[in-house]
Structure formats: structure tokens, C-alpha cells
């Protein structure tokens, strides 16, 4: 019987898509030293159709990518990376993150965009509920200093701008973090910012490469 | 590259998260100093992984934090030329400790253990303990300790003074073993032991400690003096949760110990690394969508086919789909997230996505096979506003109906729904462990598992078997039981077997009303019977209970594990009660009659942390005597139930699953028969669902 083993044991290690639903042994197993090829067809369409582009960076896991704006509505921006991976923004803002290992879920930033974008300086609160690992919502609030960071040059794509800074710096009792926009004086568009993402992923960098 | 970067940062911050409140464990696997206890517990919920090794012994200990206040533990240690005639030998323990009383900036924590509550009574012991911490670092421990905790400097029992009786330790009579040796606990003469532990920061720290244990046994048996009472050691922490620890041991050996602490409730990443669900479109943009122009209707096949398609790529099965008068009702299966509640989210979304707008109630079934369960039903304004709402998930759950749906949908309003046909060809492993010769035994191999479903709720599926690498086969041990052979014989079936039909089933599965669940099932049932059986299951949404019946007449199949069948029959059945206890337990009865004809109950408690990460125990009495049992005395074990999403951060419904029983025999065993309802449709329940809404908008 032991042609059924060579069989056996043949099978399991060439077989790709043996089975009919998702199956994670299997293809871990035979995923073993072959390259994926991602086709999503969310992707391709957004591709074809020359989104929006974003790019961004994760400090502290040191990786980057772009992200490809997919949906706006009610004054989010969705944009999704090659890997399905989402974003959520609020007029820049991060509000939410899925598929990023950060668990942020939804956010009440008002506070925060209201003063970095008049450029005041002022205490603020803001808002972030996020999925633990335990799969339960927790929302915590963090305490913010919202304050004029000067000006700063900054080379575009295209341009030069001199760019309006803001920095916002939060606390809870056991979590702080700096977050930092830079503003095209001439359009008041958010061109670049700095902000935390969550315990999990830390800080990324955003910047809007294509409108 | 960057997700193994992800992996990597969210396995440190998974593994380091318990590790501020790590406490020391010892040479048993539990708090302790090095091979003295402590008052110490772990952080509710917890559970460490042990091995400790020093002249001659191994002791490798689990140890779950079941309570806030309460441990139990599970060793298993191998003690070299320790029988005399037999040489070496596996020994087994169980312990258990309360932490009487917490530590406060005045007073000590208290705590009362015993160690080897049902064993062979090698490790026998009892013991109070007092533990204080000073100056932030020094944290001081003193204790009386009954039994091998009273070998040095002993004097007789406090105790004594409340009760004569306390004075002497009798012999243990240890009879077939696997029951709790009560008449021994807290008696004969008692002793002092001590130590201390300075944390010099917070990855390093050194232990001293006076043992009470002169190791008499070991020492007769192969030399080992102990008769120097002082221990020290140093303790280190890795910044992955990881624990090493260094001893000189009794002025005569040195041990080593690495173990590691985990918290259930944490995972690879908060969410994981899934594609996010498609935002929801503007409403006007969906209805500009092609299929939703006027040539078509709103309820048109055009849209449902959209859906389908849209759902599948979400890993969602759509079996039937109804639309008209502003609502629309889909039933789908869910074959890939390990929430229901996720499921759900998304369906809803896609919904939201391809439905015209005029349909503005929706209603989601949630089914297996084909059989329907629950029923969600939700605005789609709703989901407009609360999708980005910071409290969205509870809010939208406040606002959805979650009832029972007896009835579903017909399957024929989706073309193609039935028949429908799935398989799965893969590895797997079975482990058998604690065999004296071979602690150790496993059977790694292929798998083809295969089901057909030509209408809603009749499956016919099977599963095959072929063992490439197999220790299993070579056990000599011979089952002694003097009762019917339905379990003991397993070394039989290892052996005899090559290539295995492990089951072959027909099975319908239907609901008979509302909150009631009926299955029957027919064939191969499970690797050693076959038969017929037959449960019905009583399970409303709302409620904690849940009520079952189960009768089954089931033949004992042949050693090789084809299609032949042995002379030995029984009618074997259970009534089941359920139990979904507030916080994370779960209780189950099932009391009835057992494959050897004897009858009984089996008792499990579960600890199911909300991410689905499950730990329980379980025993079985019956109407057979623990000497007729045999070795163990009665069927007992504990179950470990891991969402493999939680190591990978994908989702899949794939669980690591493992019943760790110290020795398996005839009494007490239960038919395997797969697809017990209640199982079958839990997590599709009003309980785990709302436990779990958090993913809803995941």
C-alpha cells in the first residue's frame, strides 16, 4: 500500500486549490516558495479608472506602499491598498484602518480639524474606538494640544510650497503621541501629515501624490 | 516582506503584553521561587507553559488562571530510575491553588495549594503560603507545607490541636489511581519553608529560597541529595513573554527552566490583516449602477446576481434572496470569518453596495447547510449613518432585530444554490499522548474530505484518511479492560488500518420549529462505530439554556477501519444541558448512556474568551466502578480549542483543536457523531453573535 502514501504525500505537496472553499493549511502549505499573484478585481477597476493615489509609510514597521482612494462618502475618504487593506480620512485625518493591524474603528476627530485647520492653537479632545484583540470595542479618549509648528519648505511633485505646519500632541493616561500636518498655504490643502494610528502600528506618514 | 514585518511587531506586542505582571514560575510550573510556591496567581485567564529539568527529573506543567483567585495545573514529569523494577517513570499531577487574599500595602497575599491532588501522590503536597512585597523589589515569601512539603525540620500538625486525626499522614492507597487522595491532604507532621525574590529591573531577578523538600524518594531511589536546603537561582525575561531561569539546586545540581505565558484575549493583530469590507457607496451612485438602471426592476436577477457574486468574493455562500416592497432578505452561509457578527457586517454592506435604494429593510439569515438559524435585520440607513460613527458597532446593533428564523428562504429564488458540492484535500495530525513507552505518538498524513448537498439540509459527506508518518501503530500496549473494548482497542485500529474511511455519512438536517434544531445521521458515524443517530436540540436566541436529546444505535466497525462491522452493538443516548454562563463560562451536562452500556453524566466547564479562544475540562461517572474502569478510575480530560485566525491574523474558521486525556478507556466513552447541533448552530446564536458585534463593521 505504500504507492498510496507516494501518492499521498505527492498530492500534498503540489497541490494548490485543492479545495473548494478557503483553506488556510493548505495554503500555507502549498504557497511554500511561490509569489502570490494578487488580482482583486476592487483593485484593477480602481487602477483603470486613475484614483486618486496616497502614499504612505509606517515608521515604525519601516514599510511603505499607496493607497488608491475607492469611495467617498459623507465626508470619508476610503482608500485601499493593493493588498485590500483600507483607510479611513477625514478631511486627512485618520478615522479608521482595516486590515492594517491597527483595530481603529471609527473616530470623533471634530475637534481636532476644527483647530488644525484654522491654525488656532488650543486644547482639544479627540475620540477613538478600536477592536482589541479579545474582539471587543474599546473607545478611549485622548487629550490634545493643538499648536502652530511654523513653516516649512517642502518639495512637491510639481512644486515648492512653503508649507503651514500644525502639531498636535496627545495623551491618555497610559498612551501619547505627536501627530504633525503640513498645509499648502495657497490652496489650504492638507499636502502632508504625521499621525498615529494606533498601539498597534504606531505612526504613519500620509501624503497625496495625485488628485 | 511588510506583512512579515506586521507579523513580527504584533507577535512582540502580543507576547509582551502579559509580561509586566509576569510572575516567577517555578520548578513545578507554577508562581513560585524555584522549587517552593508562592501566594502569587497569574493574571486572570492566563495560562503558562513550563519545562523544568535538574538532576534526574523533567517536569513539564500547564498551568490555566481559571478564576481570578483559582489555578489549576496539569504536569507531566518523567523521573528517571526512579521505580527500582521499572526504571523510569511518567508521572502525572494535578494541582490546584487559591489566593485567599490579596496583597495590600499592609499585608501579605495568602494562599492555600495542593499539588498532586490525584496522582500517583509523588509530588503529594499541601500548603499555606504568605508572600509581601518590599520596596518595590523585594518580594518575601514564607509557608507551611504538609506531605513532601514537610520532609526538613518537620514538627507535628498544628492542625492536630482542631482534630486528632490531623496528626498522621496515612499511606496513600492508591488503588487505580485518577482520584482525589482527600485522606491524605493537610495531614501528618508539617514544616517551614521560605525564600525570597529581588527584582533587580524589569527583565532580571534573583531567587533564594529554604525548601522544605529533602527529595527522600529520588534520593533512595538514585542518589540524589538534597540534604543542603538552600536554593538560588536567577530569572530572566525576554522581551517576547519568554522566561529563563537558572538554579543551583540543594548544593548538589543544577536545573534549568524556560517557560512562556500567554493571554488568550490577545491575538497577532486587533482585526487582523483581512481585506477591508467594500466602503459603502453613496446611495445615488448604487442606483446608477447598471444592474439597478429602469429596463431592470429592483428585485430583477440582475441585482441578485451582482450580489451573489459580491458575497462570494467576501467568502459568503448566497442560498436563497428575496427583494419587493422596500425589503429585501438574503440567506447566506458563512465559510470563512470565525464571527458570525462579521458575516453579517459585510453582507450587509454588499447589500448596501448592489440593492437598489428603494429597498431600505434589510433581513439577513445566517444558515449551515442549508439550514436556517438567526435572523438579522437592520435599516440600510442605519448602516449610512453609523458606518464611520465612533459607537457605531453597539449602536447599530441597538438598532437591528436579532430573532430566530425557523422558516429561511426557499433556495430555489437563487439558481444554482443547491446541489452544491465542497472538499478539501489536506494534512493532518493526530497525537496520542502519555503512553508510557512513548509519551509522545502521532499519525501525520493526507486528508480528502468531501460533502454533497443535493437540497437544503441533506449533506452526504465523507472523509478519508491516509497516514504517511505514523508512531501510532507501534504501541504494544494491550487494552486489560474488563469491559466491552469500545475505546481501549484504539492501538487496534492504529494498527490494523492503512488507508482509513474515517466517515461516511448521510445526514438531514432540518428545523422542526421555532428555536428547535433536529438531525439525523446514518453511515460511518465516527473512526470506531457506525450507525444511526438520531438529536433533537431546543435553543432559543434569548436564552442562557438550551435543552437536548440525542439516541443513537451504533456497531462497532472493524480494526482496519473500512467498511466491515464487529459484533458489538448498543443503543447508546444523552439528554444535554447547555449552559451559557455569564463572563466567559460555559456548562454542559450530557447524562445518559455510554457506549459501554453503562450509564451516567459527563460534567464540562469551558472558559470561551470572547475571540473564540477555548479552554475546559471535563469528567465522566457512571455506573462503573473505578476499579472496573481501571487505570484513571474514570473518564476525565481537558479540551483546547484555538482559532488558528488568532496566530495568522486571517480569517478562517479553522480551529487547532485538542482533548488532552491522561489515559483513554471503555467507561464513559460518548459516540463521536459529528455536527451535535448545538455546537453546530452556537455561533450562529444571538449569544456569540452579539459577543462578537464589535466586527460587525470589520
Known amino acids: 500500500m505504500s504507492w498510496l502514501k507516494g501518492i499521498a504525500l505527492g498530492v500534498l505537496l503540489f497541490c494548490t486549490g485543492c479545495s473548494s472553499q478557503d483553506d488556510v493549511i493548505a495554503d500555507s502549505l502549498s504557497g511554500i516558495g511561490r509569489k502570490k499573484v494578487f488580482s482583486d478585481p476592487r483593485i484593477e477597476a480602481l487602477q483603470e479608472s486613475r484614483s486618486a493615489v496616497l502614499q504612505i509609510a509606517f515608521l515604525e514597521l519601516e514599510a511603505s506602499g499607496v493607497l488608491l482612494r475607492e469611495t467617498s462618502r459623507d465626508g470619508r475618504d476610503t482608500w485601499i491598498s493593493v493588498e485590500g487593506a483600507s483607510i479611513i480620512l477625514e478631511k486627512g485625518m485618520i478615522v479608521g484602518a482595516r486590515g492594517v493591524g491597527s483595530g481603529m474603528m471609527a473616530s470623533d476627530v471634530s475637534q481636532s480639524l476644527n483647530a488644525i485647520y484654522s491654525g488656532q492653537s488650543q486644547d482639544v479632545v479627540r475620540f477613538h474606538s478600536f477592536l482589541t484583540e479579545n474582539d471587543e470595542i474599546e473607545t478611549r479618549s485622548y487629550k490634545c494640544a493643538v499648536e502652530s509648528g511654523g513653516r516649512q519648505d517642502m518639495t512637491l511633485v510639481d512644486r515648492k510650497v512653503n508649507a503651514r505646519v500644525m502639531r498636535e500632541s496627545c495623551q491618555s493616561l497610559d498612551q501619547t503621541f505627536l501627530n504633525i500636518y503640513w498645509f499648502d498655504p495657497t490652496t489650504g490643502r492638507l499636502i502632508q501629515s504625521r499621525q498615529w494610528m494606533g498601539g498597534n502600528v504606531g505612526v504613519v506618514i500620509l501624503r497625496e501624490l495625485a488628485v | ?698
Open chain 2, 1 to 698: 516582506m511588510r506583512r512579515f514585518g506586521r507579523f513580527l511587531v504584533g507577535a512582540w506586542l502580543f507576547l509582551a503584553a502579559p509580561m509586566a505582571q509576569a510572575q516567577n514560575l517555578s520548578t513545578y510550573g507554577t508562581p513560585g521561587l524555584i522549587d517552593m510556591p508562592t501566594a502569587d496567581v497569574l493574571p486572570d485567564g492566563h495560562f503558562a507553559a513550563t519545562s523544568s529539568v535538574f538532576r534526574d527529573t523533567v517536569r513539564n506543567t500547564f498551568v490555566f488562571q481559571m478564576l481570578p483567585r483559582v489555578y489549576g495545573s496539569f504536569r507531566y514529569s518523567y523521573l528517571r530510575d526512579l521505580d527500582g523494577q521499572n526504571g523510569s517513570i511518567y508521572d502525572r499531577s494535578f494541582d490546584i491553588h487559591f489566593l485567599l487574599r490579596k496583597e495590600t500595602a499592609r499585608g501579605p497575599a495568602i494562599g492555600l495549594g495542593l499539588r498532586d491532588i490525584g496522582g500517583t501522590g509523588i509530588y503529594g503536597s499541601e500548603y499555606v503560603v504568605l508572600t509581601k512585597t518590599f520596596a518595590d523589589r523585594w518580594r518575601v515569601t514564607g509557608g507551611m507545607g504538609w506531605g513532601r512539603l514537610a520532609g526538613r525540620n518537620s514538627f507535628s500538625n498544628p492542625l492536630g490541636a482542631i482534630d486528632g486525626r490531623f496528626d498522621t499522614r496515612p499511606n496513600l492507597d492508591f488503588g487505580t489511581g485518577g482520584t482525589l487522595s482527600t485522606s491524605q491532604w493537610f495531614r501528618g507532621p508539617a514544616a517551614l519553608f521560605g525564600g525570597v525574590e529581588y527584582k533587580y529591573s524589569e527583565k532580571l531577578s534573583f531567587l533564594a529560597e529554604y525548601s522544605s523538600d529533602v527529595y527522600e524518594v529520588e534520593g533512595e531511589a538514585n542518589g540524589f541529595d538534597a540534604d543542603f536546603p538552600v536554593n538560588i537561582g536567577v530569572n530572566y525575561k525576554f522581551e517576547n513573554g519568554v522566561n529563563l531561569n537558572g538554579y543551583y539546586m540543594y548544593g548538589s545540581t543544577v536545573g534549568f527552566q524556560v517557560s512562556y505565558t500567554h493571554d488568550p484575549r490577545s491575538s497577532v493583530a486587533p482585526g487582523g490583516y483581512d481585506p477591508a469590507a467594500p466602503a459603502l457607496k453613496p446611495a445615488e451612485q448604487v442606483a446608477l449602477a447598471s444592474w439597478n438602471l429602469p429596463e431592470e426592476t429592483s428585485d430583477s436577477t440582475g441585482a441578485a446576481d451582482v450580489l451573489r457574486v459580491r458575497l462570494d468574493q467576501e467568502g459568503l455562500r448566497l442560498i436563497g434572496y428575496q427583494a419587493g416592497g422596500g425589503r429585501a432578505a438574503i440567506e447566506i452561509e458563512n465559510n470563512r470569518y470565525p464571527s458570525a457578527a462579521q458575516s453579517v457586517g459585510r453582507a450587509a454592506r454588499a447589500m448596501a453596495n448592489v440593492l437598489h435604494p428603494s429597498l431600505d429593510h434589510f433581513a439577513i439569515t445566517l444558515s449551515e447547510n442549508g439550514v436556517p438559524i438567526t435572523k438579522i435585520e437592520l435599516a440600510r440607513s442605519d448602516l449610512y449613518e453609523l458606518e464611520n460613527d465612533l459607537e457605531g458597532a453597539w449602536r447599530t446593533l441597538s438598532r437591528a432585530t436579532i430573532s430566530d428564523d425557523s422558516s429561511g428562504i426557499p433556495s430555489e429564488t437563487v439558481p444554482g444554490a443547491f446541489p452544491h458540492f465542497s472538499y478539501r484535500f489536506g494534512p493532518y495530525a493526530r497525537l496520542s499522548f502519555f503512553d508510557p513507552d512513548e509519551p509522545l505518538r502521532y499519525e501525520l498524513g493526507a486528508e480528502f474530505e468531501a460533502s454533497y448537498i443535493p437540497v437544503a439540509g441533506l449533506t452526504f459527506s465523507g472523509k478519508v484518511r491516509q497516514p504517511i508518518l505514523n508512531t501510532l501503530d507501534d504501541t504494544v500496549r494491550e487494552s486489560n479492560s474488563i469491559l466491552p473494548h469500545v475505546r481501549s482497542d484504539w492501538p487496534l485500529y492504529a494498527k490494523e488500518s492503512n488507508f482509513q474511511v474515517n466517515t461516511l455519512t448521510g445526514e438531514y438536517l432540518w428545523r422542526p420549529g421555532d428555536d428547535l434544531f433536529a438531525r439525523v445521521t446514518a453511515g460511518y458515524l465516527e473512526e470506531m462505530f457506525g450507525g444511526v443517530s438520531a438529536e433533537l436540540l431546543w435553543s432559543p436566541n434569548e436564552s442562557r439554556l438550551a435543552l437536548g436529546g440525542e439516541i443513537n444505535y451504533a456497531r462497532q466497525r472493524n480494526f482496519d477501519m473500512l467498511f466491515g462491522f464487529q459484533d458489538y452493538d448498543i443503543l447508546t443516548g444523552h439528554a444535554s444541558l447547555y449552559y451559557d454562563m455569564p463572563g466567559d463560562y460555559f456548562a454542559q451536562i450530557d447524562a445518559g448512556r455510554y457506549l459501554a452500556g453503562d450509564w451516567g453524566a459527563t460534567f464540562s466547564l469551558d472558559r470561551e474568551f470572547n475571540n473564540g479562544f477555548k479552554i475546559g475540562a471535563f469528567f465522566t461517572l457512571t455506573d462503573v466502578s473505578f476499579e472496573d474502569f481501571g487505570e484513571g478510575s474514570f473518564d476525565k480530560g481537558i479540551k483546547l480549542e484555538i482559532p488558528l485566525s488568532l496566530f495568522n491574523g486571517k480569517s478562517t474558521q479553522t480551529k487547532l483543536t485538542q482533548v488532552i486525556r491522561p489515559i483513554l478507556r471503555d467507561g464513559g466513552a460518548r459516540l463521536a457523531v459529528a455536527n451535535r447541533l448545538y455546537g453546530y448552530t452556537r455561533d450562529e446564536r444571538a449569544g456569540r453573535l452579539v459577543g462578537q458585534w464589535g466586527r460587525f463593521y470589520r
